[in-house]
C-alpha cells in the first residue's frame, strides 16, 4: 500500500454525524463500509445495522443454495443509509456485501464443562 494521502470525493448520501448518533440509540452498533473507487476517485459510504436473527434466519436458509442472495439479504436487510451507488452498482455493491460478511465470525464463544 503507498502513503500517497486520499483525495477521494466522499459521498455518503449526505448522511450526518447526527443521523449516525441517532441510528445508534435505535440500533445500538452502526457499522461503516467504504468502497473506494479509483478511477472515478470516489469513496462510496455506507451505514449499516448489525443483523437481528430474523435475517440471520434468512441468510442462513438461502446461503444453502445462493450465497450472492444470502448476501444481498443481509445487505438490503441492514442498510440504514449512504450512497446510492452502493445499492445501484453491482461492484459496488458486491464489495459491500463481501465487507458485510466479515461481521460473522467475528465472536467465538467458549464452552466449559463444569
Known amino acids: 500500500m503507498n502513503n500517497k494521502e486520499n483525495t ?4 455518503n448520501g449526505g448522511v450526518s454525524a447526527e443521523m449516525i448518533q441517532a441510528w445508534k440509540n435505535q440500533h ?5 463500509i467504504v468502497i473506494p473507487d479509483d478511477e472515478t476517485k470516489e469513496d462510496h459510504v455506507g451505514y ?23 448476501s444481498e439479504v443481509i445487505f438490503d436487510n441492514c442498510w440504514l443509509g449512504g450512497s446510492e451507488a452502493l445499492k445501484t452498482d453491482a461492484l459496488y455493491k458486491m464489495a459491500a456485501m463481501q ?12 464452552l466449559k464443562n463444569l
Open 8 to 11: 477521494n470525493k466522499v459521498i
Open 28 to 32: 445500538g452498533r452502526v457499522s461503516e
Open 48 to 70: 449499516f445495522r448489525r443483523p437481528d436473527m430474523k435475517t440471520m434466519h434468512a441468510v442462513s436458509a438461502l446461503s444453502k443454495t445462493n450465497e450472492v442472495k444470502a
Open 99 to 110: 465487507a458485510l460478511g466479515s461481521l460473522f465470525g467475528r465472536y467465538l464463544g467458549t
